[in-house]
């Protein structure tokens, strides 16, 4: 069965340090999604690009974060300089429909728990 | 600013009873909404979902009613199954296109 993929699984790191994550979406799958979920919280949408395109990434806290899709397949989040609050889960997902539905289509990797000291 | 709550974050059920889970949203332009069933070490998976334009939807054990007035949702999970134990997150799409979790109930079914 197709998984999205993600690597690490586990990082810490210290504070003012550059983190990065990686995933790998289903194969054919165009929308990609990461998400930020803190412990006790629900999942927050950080970016969304359809292929290589960004389409929302309106809760990117864009003066430490970015993401890219460069040939619209795989992707990598990176953070730089990492704060003690940035210390969650980040997830990755993908779906291949289009409008409303791709949401009920959403397949989620495992995540990165991120830990900053 | 939480703009999907979830206000019980946990719940225990005996097997065979319901399992009625809340899901309440302070948005009006909130137009789609879902629910989504976590397990430990994984990622969420897709339950059902509902558009705005329904007040109920349906599919086998689980059913979805939404009260536009009071902006509220809630999953119906009958009868409740020791495999349903998980967490539980609603979320909404709105107008623009704009996607949010709530912060999630954890279900426990008891044999």
């Known amino acids: 069965e197709a998984e999205v993929a993600q690597s690490p699984r586990y990082k810490i790191t210290e504070k003012s340090q550059a983190v990065a994550f990686w995933c790998d979406p289903i194969s054919g799958h165009a929308t990609l999604y990461w998400y930020r979920q803190i412990l006790g919280q629900g999942p927050e949408l950080l970016v969304q690009f359809q292929d290589e395109s960004v389409v929302d990434d309106s809760q990117l806290p864009k003066d430490r974060f970015s993401a890219e899709r460069l040939k619209g397949v795989d992707s990598t989040l990176k953070i730089q300089p990492a704060e003690l609050g940035d210390s969650a889960m980040y997830l990755c997902a993908s779906s291949v429909g289009q409008g409303r539905a791709r949401y009920n289509e959403q397949f989620f990797g495992p995540g990165t728990r991120l830990t900053v000291l | 600013d939480q703009q999907v709550k979830q206000n019980s974050p946990s719940l225990s059920v005996q097997e065979g009873r319901i399992s009625i889970l809340n899901c309440d949203y302070t948005?009006?332009?909130?137009?789609?909404f879902l629910w989504y069933k976590k397990y430990p070490a994984e990622g969420p998976t897709f339950l059902i979902s509902i558009s705005s334009i329904k007040d109920k939807n349906e599919d086998g054990r689980f059913t979805v009613f939404l009260n536009k007035s009071a902006k509220h949702l809630s999953l119906h999970i009958v009868p409740s199954q020791p495999g349903d134990s998980a967490v539980y997150f609603c979320a909404a799409l709105n107008t623009g296109n704009q996607f949010y979790f709530g912060t999630g109930t954890s279900l426990t079914v008891i044999p």
């Open positions: 948005n009006s332009m909130f137009d789609y």
